[in-house]
């Protein structure tokens, strides 16, 4: 794991965005792995500027999104469907048509974790996937558990995530109790992993990331055993490393 140390959020967007377009630069029809939350959006803001300059292109670019609350439709704000389109998609040049995301319409979970498994799969998986930590070690929404997931599979959230998750919707009882997510092992194929974090309410999670026993209670702790997994993080989230 190589950790980079930030000095703020606007310096670990940054970097994120650097490494991500160092990436697009040097395969232009890259598979690139995304994540939703708050942490990445100083990231993709800074790549749209750089798009909107002419120094990277993403008319190749495909994207795998890793995750997206069940019963959602795509056009509901909060939907990561939503998500993507408002914060990246829409000002890049991406084909929308090569954008990935897990179906939250679709409430046979079965079907709609298969189809999506099958998808990333036939891909050889992605070349860069990006990641954001919970506060209780989460990635993607694989929470804690005795096990480390594998494919896709529908989730049920924990207490904790819906707390953190409700502060982006206008009612804690909005947010949805489930989601479907791309199992860690999935995430562990990607070629190269750039894990985002920022702020001290994450200092703990990267911390156990980092330095703790390798262990599904903290899914994040198996990146770990990952090739090329590249932190970057702030000051704040660094402070107990
Ligand atoms: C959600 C997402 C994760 C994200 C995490 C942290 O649960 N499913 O992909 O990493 O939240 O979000 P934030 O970056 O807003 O702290």
Same mark, same amino acid.
């Given at each position: ?93 991406? @084909? %929308?048509?090569?954008?990935? =995301?897990?179906?939250?319409?679709? $409430?046979?979970?079965? +079907? ?5 498994? #099958? ?36 989730? @049920? %959230?924990?207490?904790?995530? =819906?707390?953190?998750?409700?502060? $982006?919707?206008?009612? +804690? ?5 489930? #989601? ?52 970057? +993080? ?8």
């Amino acid at each position: 794991m190589k950790v980079i140390r930030c000095k703020d959020y606007e310096d670990m967007s940054r970097k994120a965005a650097n490494i991500i377009s160092a990436q697009v630069i040097l395969k232009p029809d890259s598979k690139l792995g995304l994540a939703t939350g708050t942490t990445p959006i100083g990231a993709y803001q800074q790549l749209i500027k750089w798009y909107e300059k002419g120094d990277v292109d993403f008319a190749e670019v495909s994207a795998y999104n890793l995750d997206e609350y069940c019963g959602l439709s795509h056009d509901n704000v909060q939907s990561y469907h939503y998500f993507m389109r408002d914060n990246f998609f829409d000002h890049i040049n991406i @084909d %929308l048509a090569n954008t990935h =995301i897990p179906n939250g319409e679709n $409430l046979d979970a079965e +079907a709609a974790c298969a189809e999506y498994d #099958a998808l990333v799969k036939e891909a050889g998986y992605v070349d860069l996937q990006l990641l954001g930590i919970g506060r209780n070690g989460h990635i993607g929404f694989n929470e804690p558990d005795d096990v480390f997931s594998k494919g896709t599979h529908q989730v @049920d %959230l924990t207490e904790s995530t =819906i707390e953190a998750n409700s502060r $982006l919707f206008d009612r +804690a009882e909005d947010v949805p109790r489930q #989601a479907y997510t791309m199992g860690v092992q999935t995430i562990m194929h990607a070629k190269m992993i750039l894990v985002a974090a920022t702020g001290s309410d994450k200092a703990q999670a990267v911390h156990d990331m980092i330095l703790g026993p390798v262990t599904p209670k903290v899914p994040a702790s198996i990146l770990q055993l990952h090739t090329n997994c590249v932190v970057v +993080a702030d000051e704040e989230a660094l402070a107990l490393v």
